[in-house]
DNA sequence: ATGGTATATTCTATGTATCGAATATTGTTA
DNA sequence: TAACAATATTCGATACATAGAATATACCAT
């Protein structure tokens, strides 16, 4: 049981390892919006939006209704946006460590190309 | 900024999505230990301890402080922590949905062998 | 120096995640 | 019904993650 509830969790926070993900979540912080607007306002391909809205969904952090033609997505619990608000108060509290490391990784990825 | 920010985000959840590392988190949750008790806590190999360790480690997630032939690890910032007993508070809303989940996984698991 | 213990790293095989392109599905409107 | 709009799914290529086996490193004791 303790194991599973490890899967458990783990499973979220897979679900939550992605940059474009966080963006969906973070986007609905103050209320729903439609997988079109959510498109828009990322500025990314709608078969790529699908598959991260797909994982979301799939983990239960998101939830969606049906409207028409449209569908609207929502955080299903705002405990994982506290979770992320933490993780913004981690940032504050390690700004030069973490900047630095971002920097290395930008530069590492500026490398790969 | 916010790109990068989100990629920081990202990246500390992907550090997490693991039930070893979950667990590793957990052990540590009351003080340091070394690498060794880990091992013998987890029941788990010790190339892939140290593997999980150097994730941890490279996310910032512990820190670790050498002590003559071993090396003690602790959580960095109970920040950390404080995000895993959110989870909990999570799947305690959620225990209904996420046994029957947890159920499905382990069925997929066993089929899959 | 030699051997032993604790930990880390490298290698290799396998599995999982990601992207964009193409296609499918569902609902709406003419 | 046909055409369109919004969203989802499938596919194929590439990248990343994981486990275990083997090997390396660092420190201690003799």
């Given at each position: 049981m303790q194991d599973l509830l490890r899967r458990f969790?783990?499973?979220?926070?897979?679900?939550?390892a992605h940059p474009?993900?966080?963006?969906?979540?973070?986007?609905?912080?103050?209320?729903?919006?439609?997988?079109?607007?959510?498109?828009?306002?990322?500025?990314?391909?709608?078969?790529?939006?699908s598959q991260h809205l797909a994982v979301?969904?799939?983990?239960?952090?998101?939830?969606?209704?049906k409207v028409g033609n449209q569908v609207f997505y929502s955080?299903?619990?705002?405990?994982?946006?506290?979770?992320?608000?933490?993780?913004r108060q981690y940032f504050h509290a390690h700004m030069n460590e973490i900047v630095a490391t971002l920097k290395a990784i930008d530069k590492a990825d500026k490398a790969r190309r």
């Open positions: 969790k783990a499973d979220l926070f897979q679900a939550l474009t993900r966080i963006a969906i979540v973070e986007q609905l912080r103050d209320g729903e919006l439609s997988a079109g607007a959510l498109i828009e306002r990322l500025g990314i391909e709608q078969a790529n939006a979301l969904r799939a983990k239960n952090v998101l939830t969606n209704r955080v299903r619990d705002r405990l994982i946006i506290q979770v992320l608000d933490i993780m």
